[in-house]
């Protein structure tokens, strides 16, 4: 199916998501608030249905029908999750709750055996605190160093600047892949290889690129990349962690407990093969089942499709909103054909608190997120506490934008009259 057309938006993809059809303060819900978390399509909530209905049950342990139902339909899960990141093979996904413990998993595992005083990892100034925090932690611990790549001019990430930083030194490069914040799509392909060359691994947060672009781990020859299922219409609670086979076969298990172990004795345990190894304890098991729902809604759309409509709405959101005099929107400016960033815009209205203005949008059945998006270093280099964010996903129409445009104008002139 392609989607360009509005109105199979409308017609039959707004069709699968029960929530979008309600009022909010006695007006139509606008949810724009998809990058920190995006709605469910029914298909994801009947899965969940099901499976407590019909196969729930431990999984890898029982030797009854449910249990092997369950065990089947979670495995099943990480196929899915493996051909949709085009994975070399399944043993490289390893659920877990979501991408922060992901970057945990990596950080504790890897980071705290591999790292020694003086070794250099290099995050960005763009990064989410759960890409930032682990590392702090484990530096500490290490005596391992962390360097930031800054901003360019255009508020990207400063590939220059990132050349001249890494060296042999270099133990781990960890980047996002888009942010959250300024919606620049960081070149992760150049990265790599620039780390690569220098003996680095690279780590990808993928949580704001996964759900709306094409990923595909082998091209992109990632060490370690990350994603958090509710961000790509799964339920909370899951998450993956992609590792390339033979570094996730060299890591110690992150967690011990029951599911990772090949034997118990009083004195020592040997580990099970992976990617059981860095799952231990029952696993969030209706959510993974979820999760493969979900990554076969998103495929079905078809990824290029989702990319291709919401570089329409960018295109049609920068226009309008950039519109506005009052508003600075941070990041890059997308094309005229809405290419070169992500579907959202983080923005400033002058004088206006970010929290004030979705407070007042809220009112108008507007969800957008205010304040720091978990970003606060990178909103201490822009010099401002906080934002306001729209950010689209490919269930939203221009219709939608419009509504959102008018009711921000409306709250800047709110704002303007009670302050005069
Ligand atoms: N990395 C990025 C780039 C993110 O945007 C987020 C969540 C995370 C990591 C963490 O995801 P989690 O599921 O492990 O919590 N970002 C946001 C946001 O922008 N607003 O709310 C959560």
Same mark, same amino acid.
């Given at each position: 199916?392609?989607?360009?057309?509005?109105?199979?938006?409308?017609?039959?993809?707004?069709?699968?998501?029960?929530?979008? &059809?309600?009022?909010?303060?006695?007006?139509?819900?606008?949810?724009? #608030?998809?990058?920190?978390?995006?709605?469910?399509?029914?298909?994801?909530?009947?899965?969940?249905?099901?499976?407590?209905?019909?196969?729930?049950?431990?999984?890898?342990?029982?030797?009854?029908?449910?249990?092997?139902?369950?065990?089947?339909?979670?495995?099943?899960?990480?196929?899915?999750?493996?051909?949709?990141?085009?994975?070399?093979?399944?043993?490289?996904?390893?659920?877990?709750?979501?991408?922060?413990?992901?970057?945990?998993?990596?950080?504790?595992?890897?980071?705290? &055996?591999?790292?020694?005083?003086?070794? %250099?990892?290099?995050?960005?100034?763009?990064?989410?605190?759960?890409?930032?925090?682990?590392?702090?932690?484990?530096?500490?611990?290490?005596?391992?160093?962390? +360097?930031?790549?800054?901003?360019?001019?255009?508020?990207?990430?400063?590939?220059?600047?990132?050349?001249?930083?890494?060296?042999?030194?270099? +133990?781990?490069?960890?980047?996002?892949?888009?942010?959250?914040?300024?919606?620049?799509?960081?070149?992760?392909?150049?990265?790599?290889?620039?780390?690569?060359?220098?003996?680095?691994?690279?780590?990808?947060?993928?949580?704001?690129?996964?759900?709306?672009?094409?990923?595909?781990?082998?091209?992109?020859?990632?060490?370690?990349?990350?994603?958090?299922?509710?961000?790509?219409?799964?339920?909370?609670?899951?998450?993956?962690?992609?590792?390339?086979? %033979?570094?996730? %076969?060299?890591?110690?298990?992150?967690?011990?407990?029951?599911?990772?172990?090949?034997?118990?004795?009083?004195?020592?345990?040997?580990?099970?093969?992976?990617?059981?190894?860095?799952?231990?304890?029952?696993?969030?098991?209706? *959510?993974?089942?979820?999760?493969?729902?979900?990554?076969?809604?998103?495929?079905?759309?078809?990824?290029?499709?989702?990319?291709?409509?919401?570089? %329409?709405?960018?295109?049609?959101?920068? +226009?309008?909103?950039?519109?506005?005099?009052?508003?600075?929107?941070?990041?890059?400016?997308?094309?005229?054909?809405?290419?070169?960033?992500?579907?959202?815009?983080?923005?400033?209205?002058?004088?206006?608190?970010?929290?004030?203005?979705?407070?007042?949008?809220?009112?108008?059945?507007?969800?957008?997120?205010?304040?720091?998006?978990?970003?606060?270093?990178?909103?201490?280099?822009?010099?401002?506490?906080?934002?306001?964010?729209?950010?689209?996903?490919?269930?939203?129409?221009?219709?939608?934008?419009?509504?959102?445009?008018?009711?921000?104008? *409306?709250?800047?002139?709110?704002?303007?009259?009670?302050? #005069?």
């Amino acid at each position: 199916m392609i989607i360009t057309q509005e109105r199979i938006i409308v017609d039959k993809v707004r069709k699968d998501f029960p929530i979008l &059809h309600q009022e909010v303060n006695g007006k139509p819900l606008l949810y724009l #608030d998809n990058a920190a978390t995006s709605q469910k399509p029914i298909v994801v909530l009947d899965t969940l249905r099901r499976y407590y209905e019909q196969d729930n049950s431990n999984v890898h342990r029982g030797a009854h029908t449910l249990s092997a139902r369950a065990t089947d339909a979670y495995e099943g899960a990480r196929d899915k999750v493996a051909k949709f990141v085009n994975a070399a093979s399944r043993q490289e996904i390893v659920f877990t709750r979501n991408a922060t413990e992901a970057i945990n998993l990596v950080a504790y595992s890897w980071g705290l &055996h591999n790292l020694q005083p003086g070794d %250099e990892i290099i995050l960005s100034v763009i990064e989410h605190h759960s890409n930032i925090v682990p590392w702090q932690i484990i530096a500490q611990k290490t005596g391992a160093v962390i +360097k930031y790549v800054g901003l360019t001019e255009n508020e990207e990430f400063d590939l220059e600047q990132f050349k001249s930083l890494i060296s042999q030194k270099t +133990k781990l490069v960890s980047v996002v892949h888009v942010s959250n914040t300024l919606g620049c799509i960081n070149p992760v392909e150049q990265i790599i290889a620039i780390a690569h060359q220098q003996g680095a691994k690279v780590l990808i947060d993928a949580c704001q690129s996964i759900p709306h672009l094409p990923i595909n781990v082998q091209a992109m020859d990632c060490d370690w990349l990350v994603a958090s299922g509710h961000k790509m219409c799964a339920p909370t609670g899951i998450g993956f962690l992609y590792g390339k086979e %033979e570094l996730l %076969e060299a890591m110690p298990p992150f967690l011990g407990g029951g599911e990772m172990i090949a034997e118990v004795f009083l004195e020592y345990s040997t580990y099970g093969e992976l990617p059981h190894k860095f799952e231990a304890g029952t696993p969030a098991i209706a *959510e993974a089942i979820a999760l493969g729902a979900a990554v076969d809604y998103l495929s079905g759309l078809g990824m290029e499709n989702i990319h291709a409509y919401e570089e %329409e709405l960018t295109a049609y959101l920068f +226009k309008y909103l950039g519109g506005i005099p009052e508003v600075r929107i941070y990041g890059p400016q997308p094309t005229a054909d809405g290419k070169g960033r992500a579907a959202l815009a983080s923005f400033a209205v002058e004088g206006l608190d970010s929290s004030d203005i979705a407070t007042m949008l809220d009112q108008e059945g507007v969800a957008i997120r205010s304040g720091h998006h978990c970003t606060q270093p990178l909103h201490r280099v822009l010099g401002i506490s906080g934002t306001a964010r729209a950010s689209i996903y490919f269930y939203n129409t221009r219709k939608e934008i419009d509504a959102f445009i008018v009711a921000l104008k *409306e709250t800047i002139e709110f704002f303007r009259t009670v302050t #005069d």
